[in-house]
């Protein structure tokens, strides 16, 4: 019972994680020539209250690895054309 109870468990981490990643690249569907710069999308993240330590191109989003107002790490999701967070992760 025990064994069947830790492999249900483990099969729904995976099944979340893997809805996630795949919801995670919604509204990044953009045209490169229309994307921000990476030096506007950190200012951006930086007026949210984010203090960028690294930034990456994935699944046409733009991630951005920082610390917030309270000092967590966090990695947030935008939309390499607005700008706008899309989605979160945990800690880096």
Do not use: H
């Not at 490169?32 to 030096?39: A, C, F, V």
């Not at 993240?45 to 951005?64: F, I, P, S, T």
Request: hydrophobic letters at 40%; one cysteine or more.
């Amino acid at each position: 019972m025990k064994t069947f109870l830790l492999a249900t468990a483990l099969l729904g981490l995976f099944a979340a994680g893997a809805a996630r990643a795949e919801d995670e690249g919604k509204g990044c569907n953009v045209p490169k020539d229309k994307w921000m710069t990476e030096d506007a999308m950190k200012d951006k993240a930086k007026a949210m209250g984010l203090d960028v330590r690294r930034m990456k191109v994935e699944n046409g989003c733009y991630e951005v690895y920082a610390i917030d107002a309270k000092g967590a790490k966090v990695e947030t999701i935008f939309n390499p054309q607005t700008g706008e967070p899309v989605g979160s992760e945990g800690a880096e």
